[in-house]
């Protein structure tokens, strides 16, 4: 835990307004769901405000956004700190040349594509995701912006399950959360 995200007085509010949903989609699964964040204004302007915060003036080119909900917090953050967004598509959702990495989830097994060109090498990159659970779509989406020769600068996720140690399969990339769910 950073000493800033402890101190900020924005992050209780953001963490009120998640709800968790017992057993979905499966039983055992503590689902954290972020639409109730996105009903609340503030709240979901003070957790793009503390990404955007945090990665102004880092130089970063690119924010690429992980489908479906990176692509709810992804854009409002490319847009601020004058970056492009690049989405990283479930399969054959994307019309042009992709490349692809396969990975596996807390529940069940996917595959993330980008679009060939959508970012050059050297680019610096930022990666958004509402969650990181295992820690295996983050790491497929690193996998996919390093294929390309781009420097991953950090992953930013709102919310982060601490117990599932998705953390320690980032290769030692930096990764910022806002909130821990146990
Ligand atoms: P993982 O690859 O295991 O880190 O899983 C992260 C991805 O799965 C994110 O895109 C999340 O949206 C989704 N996900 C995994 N577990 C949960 C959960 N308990 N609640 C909500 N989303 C989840």
Request: proline residues 11%.
């Given at each position: 835990m950073s000493a800033y995200r402890d101190k900020d007085p924005r992050i209780h509010g953001i963490q009120s307004k998640i709800r968790v949903v017992p057993d979905f989609?499966?039983?055992?699964i503590m689902f954290q769901d972020i639409t109730t964040l996105l009903l609340d204004p503030k709240a979901f302007k003070d957790t793009v405000d503390l990404f955007v915060e945090r990665y102004k003036?880092?130089?970063?080119?690119?924010?690429?956004?992980?489908?479906?909900?990176?692509?709810?917090?992804?854009?409002?953050?490319?847009?601020?700190?004058?970056?492009?967004?690049?989405?990283?598509?479930?399969?054959?959702?994307?019309?042009?040349?992709?490349?692809?990495?396969?990975?596996?989830?807390?529940?069940?097994?996917?595959?993330?594509?980008?679009?060939v060109?959508?970012?050059?090498?050297?680019?610096r990159a930022l990666v958004v995701d509402d969650l990181i659970a295992t820690g295996g779509t983050l790491c497929a989406a690193m996998n996919l912006l390093e294929r390309v020769g781009a420097e991953v600068v950090e992953c930013a996720c709102v919310i982060e399950l601490p117990d599932l140690k998705g953390r320690e399969r980032l290769n030692g990339k930096p990764l910022y959360v806002l909130v821990e769910s146990h």
């Open positions: 989609p499966k039983p055992g003036g880092k130089n970063i080119s690119v924010v690429a956004g992980i489908e479906a909900r990176g692509f709810i917090f992804g854009p409002p953050i490319a847009l601020e700190i004058g970056a492009k967004f690049v989405p990283l598509r479930k399969p054959k959702k994307l019309p042009g040349k992709v490349i692809s990495e396969e990975y596996v989830l807390e529940y069940g097994r996917d595959c993330l594509e980008m679009h060109g959508a970012v050059e090498p050297g680019e």
